[in-house]
């Protein structure tokens, strides 16, 4: 089994979890980076913008977007990789948040450009595990967007209910969304996808997870 690694003087605890200097860099990085891009992604006249091709768009407009797109999808992508790591420490891995900054480029280029595709990066770990044990790592980022896709609700509903618009809606709409669409797409039985590290593990937990997730996913995808 893989030594456990010593804290140095750049590391910060938070919550329980040690967290290095360049580890908090890099969830820091792949937070600003989603929300950059699904800015530019949300806001066609913001992408005219920058091309030199100015538009109607304010200032306040912009702000809005950005702070809705970091408290939805930002959040939604790095707390589902930090659930991974809570539950590898848990199993005594050392484990560690990476941001892939090539991924991140593409995916601001790509909101640029009026296409998405994220992969802000991954929480890597080493020492043995079981299959249940990778299993329950990969099930923990899904259960976790499902679980803030049922905060979110709560506002959705209630909005709904008062006819609310403006920023609170956008909130809790995007929020309700984006955490279902990624808990559906990761459960995906495919590739890396914790869908198919949960499947390898056990087809009934997959199949608890996984059916309510990507019916749920589609749902959010048509309606919402």
């Not at 989603?34 to 913008?49: D, V, W």
């Amino acid at each position: 089994m893989a030594g456990r690694r010593q804290r140095t003087t750049a590391d910060r605890t938070i919550g329980g979890l040690s967290f290095s200097g360049r580890e908090l860099r890099d969830l820091l990085v792949a937070w600003l980076a989603l929300g950059l891009a699904f800015t530019f992604f949300l806001e066609r006249q913001f992408r005219r913008i920058v091309f030199g091709q100015f538009g109607g768009l304010s200032g306040a407009e912009i702000a809005s977007t950005f702070a809705v797109s970091l408290l939805t999808v930002g959040i939604g992508f790095l707390l589902h990789e930090l659930a991974h790591k809570v539950v590898a420490v848990r199993f005594g891995q050392i484990a560690a948040f990476k941001a892939d900054y090539k991924m991140l480029g593409f995916a601001v280029l790509g909101g640029l450009v009026g296409f998405l595709f994220a992969a802000p990066g991954a929480v890597v770990h080493r020492g043995r595990l079981t299959a249940k044990q990778h299993g329950l790592i990969a099930v923990a980022g899904p259960v976790t967007n499902l679980a803030l896709a049922a905060v979110f609700l709560v506002p959705f509903v209630a909005a709904l209910l008062s006819s609310t618009s403006g920023f609170l809606w956008e909130v809790a709409r995007m929020g309700l969304q984006i955490n279902l669409l990624l808990a559906g797409f990761n459960m995906l039985p495919f590739g890396p996808l914790d869908g198919r590290t949960v499947r390898e593990w056990s087809t009934p937990v997959f199949l608890l997870v996984a059916v309510p997730s990507i019916l749920l996913a589609v749902g959010a995808l048509f309606v919402l």
